[in-house]
């Protein structure tokens, strides 16, 4: 199914196993788990025939002394690193390692950091024992970066530096599940980082970040050069064999919070879901027996015992999606107890108002979280809303009536004391004239809106608030923060308000233009946060070099260009319900799928040219599924399906539309 030339091709991926992989160019994960340097950055000092050792183990470069090289990957890669020798001058010559996402922290001394202070320790490798292969202990894991110093304090001849990729480490790394493809590349380049940041941030359980430094080093301690502090990444976060954490370098534990925009892109794109559940898991055997509450993170950051209002619900939206995607029925009841308990500890804070007071500033690290805000309670009235849906598969119809009552409640309260018509935005909370970025995306997301036009109303305001580098989010302190994981929320806002337009273009600006393509970022995998005016400075680290550069919190893009613009969306678990209403914006052209348990679900779409009309259109579901069709201001049918029907669409829609692949006819 596709009008040009690849018709073959796409073919073959919908009636056979998947053999190869569509649009596999745009994959970014490595086709061998060795793999070497791609470009020589920079040479300090003398350093003979540094480029012998890219692409390849076969080189022979010779560091005279002291002296360096700086190899470049071209993107964030990450894993055990190993240096082969042939020869050194003395039995006491060291290569030292130092490692870092951003050119901005390329340093012969220390690699970036992942402490609140201070630079991370290089790894020595003794390489003047004699020849052979140095291997960095794999505590030693780095877990991103795109720049690799090797720094020589000896005359040392070398052959070969290898790096063992060990993000990932069940995944065949390039056998996508899911594909997109449109007519503007910076979109196309954005799905697939995002999908690789979420492969980054997928570990090996045993090799999280030990953080020895918790609790005992604090942001106002001065630690300077030759200073510099120890790392290692060796702590047990998880049972299973790979779980997904926030970041590859930083912090490589499981947050719930990043788990909610790095699911769903996982979904579409590698549809590794056992890693999810094994980080879900490990989440939910920190709950509370007694209370029902849920950590704010993972092991080893859940022994400060931080109680946060949102993270916890979190957690309990990682269990909806999780069976959306699976329909794995067994393990939905088997953590039902732990939803209803988990949701139980939030219903518990909701007072008079109707609406939830926090008591715990603990969330996304930004400020003034408390009392009745807006986020926190759009995220409750969301979790509600996904845990009846879930009451309803398991049959659970006692607790209907007392749920509902409560999301009743949250929503006109919510637009009783938080709503401003003016500005057309709520505020954080009934004290404060701010009106926060997460809340108000988190408002059209979850549906606390009234009514389209209030929704329309926020993404207008949201949209006004726009600078060179993306949207702001003024509840996070100062100075003015872009957070992509909120502005990933923000994204689905502008969607669900009918403003596909504007969605394509914040995901142009703030994650192609900005987020790719500026030459101190990774041009592969997505940055945690930075400030309004483009400096790579987090507002709330106080550390620059600590900023991570791949983080799957910021892999929105992907599943929402999936999801909406190729407009293939889950009604039920699996897809067995669907509907599909593709809108294309400014776009000309979509192809795009991916899978689950019932088969495969794919879409494509032509438009007679740009903000013009659809002009071919086919999509394919599998069978035994129905679902409904919207495709407004079409006049056509639709044809084919598993049986050589003809569907009429009536005022651009259709409903029980069976499984199958379906063609538009206009006219
Ligand atoms: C090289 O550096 C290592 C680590 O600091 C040190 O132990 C060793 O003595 C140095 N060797 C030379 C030849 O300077
Ligand atoms: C090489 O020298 C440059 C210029 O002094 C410095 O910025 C860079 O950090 C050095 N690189 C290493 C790996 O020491
Ligand atoms: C890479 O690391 C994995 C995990 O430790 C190990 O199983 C594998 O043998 C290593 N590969 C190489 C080439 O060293
Ligand atoms: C992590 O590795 C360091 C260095 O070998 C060691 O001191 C520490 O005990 C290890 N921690 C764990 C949890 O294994
Ligand atoms: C569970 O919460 C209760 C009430 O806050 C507290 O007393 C108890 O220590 C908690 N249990 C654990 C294992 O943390
Ligand atoms: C939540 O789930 C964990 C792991 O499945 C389990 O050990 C724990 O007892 C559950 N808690 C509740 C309240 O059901
Ligand atoms: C209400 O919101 C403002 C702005 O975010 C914040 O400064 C204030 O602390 C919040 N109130 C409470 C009780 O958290
Ligand atoms: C929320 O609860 C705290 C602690 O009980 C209380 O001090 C505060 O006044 C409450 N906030 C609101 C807005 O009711
Ligand atoms: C819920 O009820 C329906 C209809 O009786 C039944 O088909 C289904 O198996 C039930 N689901 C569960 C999880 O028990
Ligand atoms: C919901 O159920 C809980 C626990 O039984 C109860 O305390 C609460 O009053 C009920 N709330 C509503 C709104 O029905
Ligand atoms: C709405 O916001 C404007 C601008 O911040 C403010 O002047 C006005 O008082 C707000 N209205 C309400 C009802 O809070
Ligand atoms: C959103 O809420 C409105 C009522 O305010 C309701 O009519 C509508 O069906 C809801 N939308 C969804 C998708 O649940």
Redesign the pocket.
Known sequence: MRFTKRSIAASALFFLPVQSVLYEEYILAPASRTIYPSVVH?V?GTVSNAKSLLGGPNGSATFQGNS???FDFTKNVGGVVSVTVTSSSTADAFIGL?YTESSLW????ASDATAEVGLDEVVWLPVGQGPGTYTVARYHDRGAFRYL?L?SNATTEVTAVSTNFTAAPVQDLRAYRGFFHCDDEALNRVWYAGAYTNQICNIDPNYGNALVHLGNMSSSENISLPETVTWYNNATIANGSSVITDGGKRDREIWPGDMSVAVPSIFVSTNDLDSVKNSLNSLLSLQNATTGMLPYAGIPFSDLGVVSFTYHLYSLIGISYYYQYTGDVAYLQSVWPNFTKGLGWSLGFIDSTGLMNVTSSADWLRVGMGGHNIEANAILYYTINQGLDLAAVLNETYIVANWTTYATNIKSAANALLWNATTGLYHDNETTLLSPQDGNAWAIKSNLTLDSAQSAAISSALQARWGQYGAPAPEAGSPLTVSPFISSFELEGHFLASAPQAALDLIRVQWADFMLDDPRMTNSTFIEGYSFDGSLHYAPYTNDPRVSHAHGWSSGPTSLLSFYVAGLHLESAEGATWRFAPVLGDLTYVHAGFQTGLGSFESEVQMTGVNGSISALSFSTPAGTTGRVSLPGIVGSLQGGLGGYNVVLVDGAAENVSGGTWTLVLG
Do not use: D, L, W
């Open positions: 920079q300090n360096s090289v700086t130092t390329i340093n012969g001394q110093s720094v």
